[in-house]
């Protein structure tokens, strides 16, 4: 299995992608002796009003020299279309980066995938990343491969944007997927762990996918909601279980002397209003806002949660969120 950590994305919804310029090497460093394939370095987005070192770009010439890596790292950032619309895209070769993730929901799946023809025409690796996956039915997700297999990129990902899935939904989703998708396409999978499903549904995942199939874990597995895979237990399992030899102790100090600061800052993990999201299958963004209008009450948490329409729930809609907090 391909491994790509995804901490400094990811968990830059943990801490408004406030990382230091420190932490930052360190872990694209750290990674790459780790052996792990690929590293996300950031997202790119307009920062706003944050100060300081962030990983939230602007645009890719905003990503900083790194520090002396392998050729072997790949190094990615994530963007949607728009976003990556809205700045000039360099030559692959003319950037520290030689992936670009595009996230999409299925409402923009046709207009991202011939987009991507341009970003693969620049010279990046190109990873289509299917945002909550499971809102696809098996017509739509057999039109949407079609247009994946014909753009061919470098990789395909199912996501598991709001944390919903069991483990059989995993192998449900996966053989549908694989059914479809040209075999020349690396498979991916992005859990969340909202139901704290995320680390068993990737050793579900292992079970049954190709041996070059990527999946995502970030350290401590800071991320958005309750977070993501856990990278120090998912190194462990394949050590014990398959025979790897990622050294751990390394790992070990790797978290020790980065994460437990950032930890100790802003709490990531399990809480029952991320599971409240899950079961409702709404975007964990939505559990952010309702806790920044000073509501903590769980029972309220949860009223709101239920009545977001269906339509709405995979996006943030904060004139709905208004009107039915007004009416409560």
């Known amino acids: 299995m391909r491994i790509l950590d995804c901490t400094l994305r990811d968990g830059g919804y943990v801490n408004n ?14 990674c790459d002796k780790l052996g792990i394939d690929t590293v996300e370095v950031g997202i790119l987005g307009k920062k706003g009003s944050a100060e300081g070192f962030s990983t939230k770009f602007n645009n890719l010439n905003e990503i900083p020299k790194l ?3 392998s050729e072997r790292l790949n190094i990615a950032v994530m963007g949607t279309i728009n976003e990556f619309r809205s700045i000039e895209l360099p030559l692959a ?11 999409y929901f299925k409402e923009d799946w046709e207009e991202t995938v011939k987009y991507a ?10 990873f ?37 899935m069991y483990p059989d939904d995993v192998e449900v989703m996966y053989n549908n997927i694989r059914e479809d998708l040209d075999n020349k396409i690396k498979f991916g999978f992005h859990a969340h762990n909202n139901i704290q ?52 102790n390394y790992l070990a100090e790797l978290i020790e002397d980065n994460m437990l600061s ?23 963004v939505y559990v952010w ?27 943030l809609n904060k004139q709905l969120i208004d009107e039915i907090i007004e009416k409560l």
């Open 262 to 284: 950032e930890y100790a800052k802003n709490y990531w993990g399990y809480s029952m209003p991320h599971y409240y999201a899950s079961y409702y299958e709404a975007n964990a």
């Open 93 to 103: 070769d003319d950037v520290e980066i030689n992936t670009l993730r595009v996230a």
């Open 289 to 315: 806002y309702i806790e920044n209008k000073g509501i903590k009450d769980l029972k309220t948490i949860r009223t709101i949660l239920s009545q977001i329409p269906k339509e709405y729930r995979h996006t």
């Open 197 to 248: 499903m995320a680390f068993y549904n990737v050793i579900k995942f292992m079970e049954i996918a190709d041996k070059d199939s990527y999946i995502d874990a970030s350290l401590m597995g800071m991320g958005r909601g309750a977070g993501n895979v856990t990278m120090e237990l998912l190194l462990g399992y394949l050590n014990k279980k398959k025979n790897c030899n990622y050294d751990i």
């Open 67 to 69: 520090v002396t890596h």
């Open 128 to 164: 289509l990343q299917a945002m909550a996956t499971f809102m696809y039915d098996r017509s739509e997700l057999k039109e949407m491969l079609k247009g994946v297999n014909n753009l061919m990129p470098y990789a395909f990902y199912m996501v598991d944007s709001f944390g919903v």
């Open 17 to 30: 992608w406030q990382f230091s310029r420190q932490i930052f090497d360190n872990i694209v460093t750290g």
């Open 117 to 126: 023809k341009y970003i693969k025409e620049r010279g990046y690796k190109v």
